[in-house]
């Protein structure tokens, strides 16, 4: 496992020919104003060098994001809103990241697991909700996932980031490519014509499956595509990639336990 601490980021479609980039905001998403609804528990990921990615709290401490967010010399903080939906921003203390993942290429194929998770300077507090980890499960095929991150609109509106939305998809199954992911892409255009899905600003974002409590934790946003039909090279609109956390659960519990260990030591000082 490796760690940085920081003193001061269905089968049949993948046969398309398109362009996959890490994910960077929801095209055709919803902006959440629900004070008690998703904004408790997603975060924007941002760092000193201008990146911006999403997150899922899974304590008040502890961020899960995508690994290839975290690969600048740079420092870290998360952006949380309030129920005011006022930002606040908390430093990244120490980050874990998946001992697979391979620095340097895309997530599309690198071989690795692009998973990180993040400690945090200091606890959210009470105003937010971690997702539950124990109920984390896989992602079926033709199961509705709801995507949500903090990117853009769309590749040509910039300035969109940094809102809170989400979209709907259709699970269309798992695939390996360089590593293992589960593709959605938006249930009536299936990455034939651009539509719903996560685009810049939205790597490491919450892919959620619904249960009788609310939402469920089950993914995390890798990469994304443009769609098949598309005016020139793309990033959005095709296909979400999605790492399935039922795969990596004990690696998460094992850099939790670690990360808490390594915060236990710098209270000792």
């Given amino acids: 496992m490796r760690f940085t ?3 001061g980021a269905a089968a049949g479609l993948l046969l398309l020919p398109i362009l996959a980039f890490p994910a960077r905001a929801v095209v055709e998403g919803t902006p959440l104003r629900e004070p008690d609804g998703l904004r408790r528990s997603v975060v924007a990921v941002e760092s000193s060098s201008g990146e911006l990615c999403s997150g899922a709290l899974v304590a008040q401490d502890l961020v899960l994001t995508a690994a290839h967010c975290m690969t600048d010399r740079a420092a870290y903080r998360i952006v949380a809103v309030n129920r005011a939906f006022k930002p606040q921003a908390v430093r990244v203390a120490a980050i874990a990241v ?15 697991v692009d998973l990180a998770l993040l400690k945090l300077e200091r606890p959210l507090g009470a105003d937010f909700g971690p997702f539950d980890l124990r109920q984390a499960e896989g992602i079926p095929e033709g199961a509705t996932v709801t995507v949500a991150g903090f990117g853009v609109l769309s590749e040509r509106l910039k300035n969109s980031a940094r809102t809170l939305r989400q979209t709907e998809l259709l699970a269309v199954g798992a695939v390996q490519v360089a590593n293992r992911v589960v593709i959605a892409a938006d249930r009536n255009r299936l990455a034939e014509t651009a539509g719903a899905g996560a685009c810049r600003g939205d790597s490491g974002g919450p892919v959620l499956t619904r249960s009788q409590g609310g939402y469920r934790l089950s993914g995390i946003v890798s990469w994304s595509s443009g769609a098949l039909r598309t005016n020139g090279p793309s990033a959005c609109g095709g296909l979400t990639a999605v790492t399935s956390l039922a795969d990596h ?5 094992q850099a939790t336990a670690s990360l808490d260990g390594m915060a236990g030591s710098w209270t000792r000082r």
Avoid: N
């Fill in 98 to 112: 998946h001992p697979t993942f391979v620095p340097g290429t895309t997530p599309r194929t690198q071989p690795g």
């Fill in 5 to 7: 601490s920081l003193t």
């Fill in 249 to 253: 659960m004990g690696w998460i519990r």
